[in-house]
């Protein structure tokens, strides 16, 4: 079975920095587009970053410069690091993975998905 496994969420102050990372089982592969989304309460689930199959890497403006996604390909493995996190940042995070080419592309075009990370921003 495909699995995404998400880890690295907590709780930490505003201006604090956390790593978030994805775990892929051997059916992801490596040609496919990878996307961090996010959902916070009330709200609906939002792009965050992607890495296409070519490693064209894409940000929303409100992380831009801010959070950089990467990915480790011999261990399969997705990582966001974000830096100079904000309280509106307060979000479950979710790891997903489409074989459709292209970036950016709405939930709907994802075939696979982490349960979440949550990640928590105090003032």
């Known amino acids: 079975q495909v699995q995404l496994i998400e880890s690295g969420g907590g709780l930490v102050q505003a201006g604090a920095s956390l790593r978030l990372s994805c775990a892929a089982s051997?059916?992801?592969?490596?040609?496919?587009?990878m996307t961090w989304f996010r959902q916070a309460p009330g709200k609906e689930r939002e792009i965050v970053s992607a890495l296409d199959r070519r490693r064209t890497k894409y940000y929303a403006d409100s992380v831009k410069g801010r959070f950089t996604i990467s990915r480790d390909n011999v261990n399969n493995t997705l990582y966001l690091e974000m830096n100079n996190l904000k309280p509106e940042d307060t979000a479950v995070y979710y790891c997903a993975a489409t074989t459709t080419p292209g970036i950016p592309k709405p939930p709907s075009y994802y075939h696979y998905w982490g349960q979440g990370t949550q990640v928590t921003v105090s003032t």
């Open positions: 051997s059916g992801i592969s490596s040609t496919d587009t």
